[in-house]
């Protein structure tokens, strides 16, 4: 069984964190005075890195600063290896490496690489070692490839310099990021509503497990309860915790002056089923909710329209009222009748949900690009 083969996994650990906290320093020293330099001069390894760190796979913005991270901490590791019980010489325990020294790293650095509290247990590391050999597993092939080329060079290289100067290049890439995670969302002055629908259109269009449609959703549920004065506040779950874990009815719920709850909003950036709904009402109906919004972006299965109707009507003959709606259907309707100061507020406070719930930095800097291209 593969095993540590100098040191303990608290040692090694101690050790990581030690270089970690001192290469960092000195990588923002050097930013500070003007004179911070890619110390690697290979283009390719340079540009693999910069890939690596930047990646729209979040779980693989990790895999460099621990892999490389354990490998200067005991020159004995394969600094490819990410589960201990594989057997290979100098297997070792990536996991805790990531988890106890890279990830309140990242905390601590805004979240730059992604905000991730486990990212070694996701799907893209489960299997044994960094290798091209499991790059069928993989959804995304050419980051895949990036961290074989660096770690495959880190791995075969006669010294511990090499692998400092991956090391040191990688923390360069991770501070030029940190610059961009500060991001400015310029709401322009002046702004039509087919503009405004566009744009909220085409920022959810791309694939966020939810996160984008869940912001824009709640700046406009927000937007409607300051503007029409129905509610005073929405709360919001993170997009990753479910509703009974965080004790939310819904995705938001829409609160008075006296928080009780008066309106819910469930939000779909999939096809909603009936068994979603079902779900919902039961939750709903335990806390005396009686109006139930599901906003959806891709409509309700067709299986389950005839069925719909029919729930409908016996959900408001028990009190219960639930509607169906188009989330951009629903901007517009309310950015119109709430007119041009609105659609600001509501720009503005898309990228204020992007923030407060620390989505991923590319979705902030999107829409902080979306925004800058009007």
């Known amino acids: 069984m593969g095993r540590v083969p100098s040191k303990s996994i608290g040692d090694l650990v101690a050790r990581a964190t030690e270089i970690l906290n001192q290469t960092w320093q000195e990588v923002r020293d050097l930013a ?13 390894l ?9 990646s729209r796979t979040r779980t693989y913005r990790y895999v460099l ?12 590791l394969d600094c490819r290896s990410v589960q201990v019980g594989s057997g290979a010489e100098g297997a070792f325990d990536a996991r805790s490496v990531a988890h106890k020294v890279v990830v309140p790293f990242d905390a601590d650095n805004h979240n730059v690489l992604g905000g991730s509290p486990e990212p070694y247990v996701s799907n893209p590391l489960r299997v044994p070692k960094v290798s091209s050999r499991y790059a069928a597993a993989q959804k995304n092939k050419h980051g895949w490839s990036d961290l074989c080329r660096v770690l495959d060079a ?17 923390l360069v890439e991770v501070h030029r990021q940190l610059a961009a995670v500060h991001v400015t969302y310029p709401v322009p002055i002046r702004i039509s509503l087919e503009r405004t629908i566009l744009l909220t259109e085409r920022f959810m269009a791309e694939l966020s497990g939810g996160d984008r449609a869940q912001a824009v959703a709640s700046a ?3 937007t409607i309860g300051r503007k029409f004065g129905l509610y005073n506040n929405v709360r919001r779950a993170t ?16 609160l008075s002056e006296r928080g009780e709850i008066v309106v819910v909003a469930e939000i779909k ?7 979603q709904i079902e779900a919902k009402l039961q939750g709903a109906r335990a806390k005396k909710v009686s109006e139930i919004f599901f906003i959806v972006q891709k409509g309700a299965a067709a299986c389950d329209h005839s069925a719909l109707a029919a729930r409908t009507e016996a959900e408001f003959a028990s009190g219960q009222n639930f ?8 901007a517009r309707v309310a950015l119109a009748l709430l007119g041009e100061d609105a659609r600001r507020e509501f720009l503005g406070s898309v990228g204020q949900q992007l923030d407060d719930y620390k989505s991923d930095i590319r979705h902030r800097q999107d829409w902080r690009d979306s925004l800058a291209s009007l």
């Open 32 to 44: 500070a005075q003007g004179l911070l330099q890619d110390p690697l001069h290979d283009a390719t």
């Open 46 to 54: 340079v540009q693999a890195i910069r890939r690596s760190v930047t």
């Open 65 to 76: 600063p621990t892999q490389l991270l354990a490998k200067l901490a005991d020159s004995s």
């Open 154 to 170: 880190a791995q075969k290289s006669d010294g511990g310099a090499f692998v400092e100067r991956l090391f040191r290049q990688t």
């Open 220 to 222: 406009l549920f927000l």
């Open 239 to 254: 997009i990753n915790t479910a509703d009974a874990a965080s004790g939310l009815v819904a995705d938001l719920e829409c």
């Open 269 to 275: 950036d999939k096809e909603l089923t009936l068994g």
């Open 323 to 330: 509607y169906i709606l188009d989330l951009a259907a629903l």
